[in-house]
């Protein structure tokens, strides 16, 4: 079965801090891919990353950064010098088909509130 | 074309109507998905075409739901006989890619959202 579980269900800092959202997947596929999503107040989720399983490479956008690791099955999203504008619902997912568009399974999301 | 549209934003209807919610895909985009979000969760899969073929259904879609994508480019998604229990938010998203890139990233819309009274 797959699966992914996001345990922080709701996080709060003051700007400038770091916080890191922790994503941990299920899967029986050798091949998969896991995504990071952003949904702001506004309700659209916005694409943020998607990396597939063969590359545990870790990458950094700006003041995101993303870490993969196989061996404990997690790909958490990091935050650096967080501002308000980052206050949204952030939802890690997974995909497992690699010749079809097959659908993405959400986690639950993490709200995350940047104050100022 | 900018992005993945919806139509309508919101819709409120009684118990027992039919509702149907258009979604306009990213234009070169050949694989279509639905969505649908209750509150405080993470979007389930509904449904998913590829062109105008539906090639997945989620056991969520009981037969009150149907999906069509007639021209492999618009996709409307039909909710006979309303319940409560269909209040949520529904969410179209599309993707594209051949051959090795075919599981690229999708892109949402900003959804539907229903409420039953």
Not at chain 1, 68 to 73: E, G, L, M, R, V
Not at chain 2, 65 to 94: H, N, V, W
């Amino acid at each position: 079965a797959q699966k992914v579980t996001q345990a922080q269900t709701e996080i709060s800092v003051v700007e400038k801090e770091d916080v890191t959202l922790d994503c941990v997947y299920e899967t029986r596929d050798t091949t998969y891919y896991l995504f990071w999503y952003k949904q702001p107040p506004s309700g659209e989720l916005v694409f943020l990353i998607r990396r597939n399983s063969f590359d545990e490479q870790n990458e950094i956008s700006g003041r995101y950064s993303w870490n993969f690791q196989k061996s404990t099955s997690s790909f958490n999203f990091t935050i650096t010098a967080s501002q308000v504008v980052d206050s949204a619902v952030y939802f890690c997912a997974l995909s497992t088909t690699y010749q079809a568009g097959t659908a993405l399974i959400f986690g639950k999301g993490t709200t995350l509130s940047v104050s100022s | 074309d900018t992005g993945v549209s919806q139509d309508p934003r919101h819709k409120i209807t009684k118990r027992g109507q039919n509702v149907t919610f258009r979604c306009d895909p990213i234009s070169e985009h050949n694989r279509l998905y639905w969505y649908r979000q209750t509150l405080g969760q993470g979007p389930e899969f509904l449904t998913y075409f590829q062109n105008e073929a539906q090639l997945e259904k989620s056991r969520l879609l009981s037969d009150r739901f149907s999906a069509e994508r007639p021209k492999g480019s618009f996709s409307t998604l039909e909710i006979q006989r309303t319940e409560q229990g269909d209040s949520a938010m529904y969410l179209c998203a599309s993707s594209g890619g051949q051959g090795a890139r075919m599981n690229t990233e999708a892109f949402f819309g900003q959804g539907t959202r229903l409420t039953v009274v």
